[in-house]
């Protein structure tokens, strides 16, 4: 049985994990209960709750917004990388939030959702680990106030300052409750049944190939998620369905010993446990 603790160790950082059969229950848990940051998988509750909120009516998924050049807000992909005014639907934007983690996509939905929502819908299902603080915007303004600098810091002494690494300060959640939250995207029980497959739609878009899906190379392996990343913390999490129509939603948070913003090591590792997690699940 492979030592879960002894390959985050390895990798030079303390890890946070839990994996589940999405059909049988059996789960594998390393600090399964503790409060990580999350970064931004906070986008997968947004939307959530932006689906539930299309169901009930209250928003267009298909509305056409403009996304002014001048509004954006930081960030290396999407619309946030974008130099000019954007128009896009509501739909589209949700794409590009969890497809490649479009900063700017992600606030302009906070914009129609509304934080409180998300709130609201994760404490009515139970999810009580689980609180989203501040939109991207406000996340990274409170970075630049405690490090005292625009660039993302390095120092060990202004990293240990940053609210945005506490999780009593920040956007948090625990492993459990995630693969919770994804358990309910699969069962279609987080929104209606054509809105969940919208969202494992586009969870199974996402680009990024070199953490979760870095432990399932595999053509008949689907590998679906969310990633999250801030200095120190690298994150995902995400489904992986096998051709025998095995599932499995796994979580695994990391936090580096070491301050690069490059940590390839801390990358590969979510690959690594999740496999071996799911290994275990499968027997």
Same mark, same amino acid.
């Given at each position: 049985?492979?030592? %879960?603790? +002894?390959?985050?160790?390895?990798?030079? $950082?303390?890890?946070? =994990?839990? !994996?589940?059969? #999405?059909?049988?229950?059996?789960?594998?848990?390393?600090?399964?209960?503790?409060?990580?940051?999350?970064?931004?998988?906070f986008?997968l509750?947004?939307?959530?709750?932006?689906?539930?909120?299309?169901?009930?009516?209250?928003?267009?998924?298909?509305?056409?917004?403009?996304?002014?050049?001048?509004?954006?807000?930081?960030?290396?992909?999407?619309?946030?990388?974008m130099?000019?005014d954007?128009?896009?639907?509501?739909?589209?934007?949700?794409?590009l939030?969890?497809?490649?983690?479009?900063?700017?996509?992600?606030?302009? %939905?906070? +914009?129609?959702?509304?934080?409180?929502? $998300?709130?609201?819908? =994760?404490? !009515?299902?139970? #999810?009580d680990?689980?609180?989203?603080?501040?939109?991207c915007?406000?996340?990274?303004?409170?970075?630049?106030?405690?490090?005292?600098?625009?660039?993302?810091?390095?120092?060990?002494a202004?990293?240990?300052?940053?609210r945005?690494?506490?999780?009593?300060?920040?956007?948090?959640?625990?492993?459990?409750?995630?693969?919770?939250l994804?358990g309910?995207?699969?069962?279609?029980?987080?929104a209606?049944?054509?809105?969940c497959?919208?969202?494992?739609?586009?969870?199974?878009?996402?680009?990024?190939?070199?953490?979760?899906?870095?432990?399932?190379?595999?053509?008949?392996?689907? $590998?679906?998620?969310?990633?999250?990343?801030?200095?120190?913390?690298?994150?995902?999490?995400?489904?992986?369905?096998?051709?025998?129509?095995?599932?499995?939603?796994?979580?695994?948070?990391?936090?580096?010993?070491?301050?690069?913003?490059?940590?390839?090591?801390?990358d590969?590792?979510i690959?690594?446990?999740a496999?071996?997690?799911?290994?275990?699940?499968r027997?």
């Amino acid at each position: 049985m492979t030592d %879960l603790g +002894g390959l985050f160790r390895a990798a030079g $950082v303390t890890g946070f =994990l839990h !994996a589940v059969d #999405l059909d049988t229950g059996a789960e594998v848990a390393h600090g399964a209960d503790e409060p990580v940051v999350l970064a931004s998988v906070f986008k997968l509750a947004l939307l959530v709750e932006f689906f539930r909120q299309a169901d009930a009516g209250r928003l267009d998924v298909t509305e056409r917004v403009t996304v002014m050049a001048d509004r954006h807000t930081p960030g290396p992909t999407g619309v946030s990388a974008m130099a000019d005014d954007v128009t896009m639907s509501l739909r589209d934007l949700a794409y590009l939030m969890i497809a490649v983690s479009d900063n700017t996509a992600a606030d302009t %939905l906070v +914009g129609r959702v509304g934080l409180s929502a $998300v709130n609201t819908m =994760l404490a !009515a299902e139970g #999810l009580d680990g689980t609180w989203v603080e501040h939109d991207c915007r406000s996340l990274f303004a409170s970075i630049v106030e405690d490090a005292g600098q625009e660039e993302m810091p390095t120092d060990p002494a202004m990293i240990a300052r940053l609210r945005a690494l506490d999780p009593a300060r920040t956007s948090r959640s625990t492993p459990r409750d995630m693969t919770r939250l994804l358990g309910m995207v699969w069962r279609d029980e987080a929104a209606s049944a054509a809105s969940c497959a919208s969202m494992r739609r586009l969870l199974g878009l996402q680009v990024w190939p070199h953490r979760l899906a870095a432990g399932f190379p595999y053509d008949d392996v689907a $590998v679906s998620g969310k990633t999250g990343t801030l200095p120190t913390v690298r994150n995902e999490v995400g489904v992986v369905e096998y051709p025998d129509g095995g599932r499995y939603a796994v979580a695994v948070f990391t936090r580096s010993y070491g301050t690069a913003q490059n940590q390839p090591r801390a990358d590969a590792v979510i690959g690594t446990a999740a496999r071996a997690a799911v290994e275990r699940l499968r027997g």
